[in-house]
C-alpha cells in the first residue's frame, strides 16, 4: 500500500522558517516526480513547487518562488519543502504528492498518490 507522510509543519512568526518533509512507503518513486500543493481555507488546491525525478528541473509558483526550494533524496524516498520569509497568506495545509511522469507539472491531476497533509500557521 501506497502512503505518503508530510512532517514539520507548525506555527512560525512571519519571516521565520519551515522545513517539510514527505517520506513514501510502499514502492519506491525514484523515477516520478514529486511536488507540493498547499489548500487554504475556503480556497482551491494550489501549486506550491514540483521537482523532476534527477532534480534536474524544478517548479515554483511565482508567489513563493525565491522563498522556497523543494529538494529529494531518492535514497530516502523523501521529498523535502524549504519554506523561508514566511507570510501569512503562506498559511495552508500542505500536502506532497507523486507525479504521473518524471518531470513534474503544475496541474494537480496528474498527480497520483497524495499525503494527508500538514498545517503551515504563519502568525503576523
Known amino acids: 500500500q501506497v502512503r505518503l507522510v508530510e512532517s514539520g509543519g507548525g506555527l512560525v512568526q512571519a519571516g521565520g522558517s519551515l522545513r517539510l518533509s514527505c517520506t513514501a512507503s510502499?514502492?519506491?518513486?525514484?523515477?516520478?516526480?514529486m511536488g507540493w500543493f498547499r489548500q487554504a481555507p475556503g480556497k482551491d488546491r494550489e501549486f506550491v513547487a514540483a521537482?523532476?525525478?534527477?532534480?534536474?528541473?524544478?517548479n515554483y509558483a511565482d508567489s513563493v518562488k525565491g522563498r522556497f526550494t523543494i529538494t529529494r533524496d531518492n535514497a530516502k524516498n523523501t521529498v523535502y519543502l524549504q519554506m523561508n520569509d514566511l507570510k501569512p497568506e503562506d498559511t495552508a495545509v500542505y500536502y506532497c504528492?507523486?507525479?504521473?511522469?518524471?518531470?513534474?507539472?503544475?496541474?494537480?491531476?496528474?498527480?497520483?498518490?497524495w499525503g494527508q497533509g500538514t498545517q503551515v500557521t504563519v502568525s503576523s
Open positions: 504528492a507523486v507525479d504521473d511522469s518524471p518531470y513534474g507539472t503544475r496541474h494537480p491531476g496528474e498527480y497520483k498518490y
Open positions: 510502499g514502492r519506491t518513486f525514484s523515477d516520478y516526480a
Open positions: 521537482i523532476s525525478w534527477n532534480e534536474v528541473m524544478t
